[in-house]
């Protein structure tokens, strides 16, 4: 499988051109960067000064170009280019780089933190890896960028490390909060210890997360106006109708099985948006295909359902700079299902569920009825699976198209009676109309999960909500022999269509590499041996 590209790329401004100096030893971060800069159609130059940084016997590092002779500069990871320099060599480097950058350049570089090394390690005698030897924190670092002359400076967290970021998250308070929450939610399959959570949400929130980051990045500039104005300003020129609302901080994630990279931009309140997210496919065409098709599905989607059901992103176009393909669309107010039931104390947790599930499942029925109506829908949902997969369910209930990826992740609470759906590059056919049911309610599994069973595991829930007797078995079953009489699969066919979504579930998941598609087989080897056992019930549903 192809690593991961770096998420930092979304940052970068789209500007055709571009004068780009790579000082980082040669890497995967080096090898990702020039492709995207020739997709770009910037002019990179590679430079290893053999005969200045390399050496460790200088004193200064020279770097042979003239002042404001450069866009951007890549330094890559601080160990790995000081190669046994100390604290006042990288300074003097910073103000090398400082002076050959044009006043609105950008600069790029990362470091890990060896305070969070040796917690990790649990010994301060431990002999620091390869990675790790050039010991440095957020705060240190970003006084020697002031002190060279950076007058506008963006750190970041890389998650999960600083060699394959995926995530790029600001070191504010709420940034931080955020992202720790959503990523125990995200990663149920696999959850992490709960103390490990606690530990990283006490740092955030009393503010000193950023001395022990792990793993971290800085955006820095010697312009006063900061690194995300100028990305914004850029994408704005490059043709997406962006809000004039200044950003005040950008996020970035990973989407899809790495090929897409996200970029949300934050507003602070007042202005037509909070949130603006812009997706680029960093030059690959087959994920730069995919961008335009879900501006263009969301477009025709909201179309269909404009009566109310639902609230969906808007749209502010799609475009190029070379082969790059960009596009944006506004975020929804409110918090996610997710978030929202996570932090509902777990004694509460299944009334509220009760109340929000019902009224998803009833918005999905309400969705899949509409789609299947509209003819350029369906057409549209073909492309994204030109070979729809069949099942033993009944003949005479056609071909459904549906959300694709319909989870409380994705189910937005806009207001107290209003809800939002996001992420519309899933839509897709399939044979069963119970599928974003389906996928709705294995969403849901990590809401059984209490606050300290850190023995816990996603088997265990899907045993406790589909083949338990208690209230969230109840829940769970009930809402699938609601979903299903509504739109018309016989009780007697509900088992079988159950199982099939199952399997449909681990192709989605097996297709992005995601660890997830062990723990569906896991759920379709549970349901298989437990249906057979249990004969005399022949329905899935209990109600």
């Keep these: 499988m192809s690593r991961v590209p770096p998420a930092w ?49 200088a004193a200064i590092p020279v770097l042979p170009f003239s002042a404001g002779s450069m866009d951007f500069v890549h330094l890559g990871h601080l160990a790995a280019l000081l190669q046994g320099h100390d604290s006042r060599w990288l300074a003097e480097l910073l103000r090398a780089v400082r002076r050959i950058l044009e006043p609105r350049g950008i600069l790029v570089v990362y470091a890990s933190n060896a305070r969070w090394v040796r917690m990790q390690r649990c010994t301060l ?30 750190s970041y967290w890389c998650d999960p490390s600083v060699e394959e970021p995926t995530s790029l998250v600001p070191l504010t308070r709420a940034c931080l909060l955020n992202h720790i929450q959503r990523s125990a939610i995200e990663g149920w399959a696999n959850p992490p210890r709960q103390h490990r959570i606690q530990a990283k949400s006490l740092l955030a929130w009393i503010g000193m997360f950023p001395t022990f980051a792990p793993d971290f990045l800085f955006v820095a500039t010697p312009s006063s106006t900061p690194p995300a104005q100028l990305s914004f300003d850029a994408l704005r020129r490059a043709g997406l109708a962006l809000p004039d609302s200044r950003p005040t901080q950008l996020v970035v994630t990973g989407s899809g099985i790495f090929e897409k990279l996200v970029v949300a931009i934050r507003y602070a ?31 025709r989607v909201g179309t269909v359902l404009s009566s109310g059901t639902v609230s969906l992103p808007q749209p502010l176009g799609v475009t190029k700079v070379g082969s790059v393909t960009y596009s944006a669309e506004t975020g ?27 009224a998803a499942a009833r918005i999905s029925i309400v969705i899949t009825q509409r789609l299947r109506a509209d003819e350029t829908v369906c057409q549209l949902a073909r492309l994204n699976n030109a070979n729809p997969m069949t099942t033993d369910c009944r003949d005479e209930l056609g071909l459904w198209v549906q959300h694709g990826d319909f989870t409380i992740e994705n189910l937005y609470l806009v207001s107290d009676r209003s ?10 056919v399939h044979s069963v109309p119970l599928y974003d049911a389906v996928s709705l309610l294995l969403s849901a599994i990590p809401l059984l999960r209490g606050r300290r069973t850190d023995n816990w595991t996603a088997v265990d829930g899907f045993r406790t909500a589909f083949l338990g007797d208690g209230a969230w078995a109840y829940l769970f079953r009930s809402i699938l022999s609601f979903t299903a009489k509504e739109l018309g699969v ?8 159950f199982v099939f979504c199952l399997r449909e579930r681990v ?15 896991a759920f379709v080897r549970l349901a298989v041996e437990y249906y057979p056992a249990h004969e005399e019930k022949p329905d899935l549903v209990r109600s």
């Design 125 to 154: 005698s431990a002999p620091p890896d390869k990675h790790h030897q050039f010991r440095c924190s957020e705060p240190q670092l970003r006084r020697m960028l002031m002190g060279a002359g950076f007058r506008s400076l963006e």
């Design 332 to 358: 929804l107010r409110g918090s996610s299902l997710a978030s929202v039931l996570m932090t509902t104390p777990a004694w509460l947790r299944v009334s509220l569920a009760r109340r929000h599930l019902i």
């Design 9 to 57: 790329l979304a940052l970068l401004p789209p500007v055709p051109e571009c004068r780009v100096l790579d000082l980082s030893p040669p890497c995967h971060a080096a090898a990702a960067l020039k492709s995207y800069w020739a997709a770009i159609g910037a002019f990179p130059t590679r430079w290893i000064p053999e005969n200045a940084t390399a050496r460790p016997s």
């Design 419 to 428: 809800y939002g759906l996001i992420d519309w590059e899933h839509l897709s």
């Design 507 to 521: 192709s989605y998941h097996r297709e992005r590499a995601s660890i997830l598609a062990s723990v569906h087989e």
């Design 269 to 299: 309140g007042g202005g037509p948006y909070l949130s603006t997210f812009v997706r680029t496919d960093r030059g690959i065409a087959r994920a730069g295909r995919a961008i335009e098709r879900e501006q263009e599905i969301t477009n």
């Design 490 to 497: 016989p009780q007697h066919e509900v088992r079988d269509a």
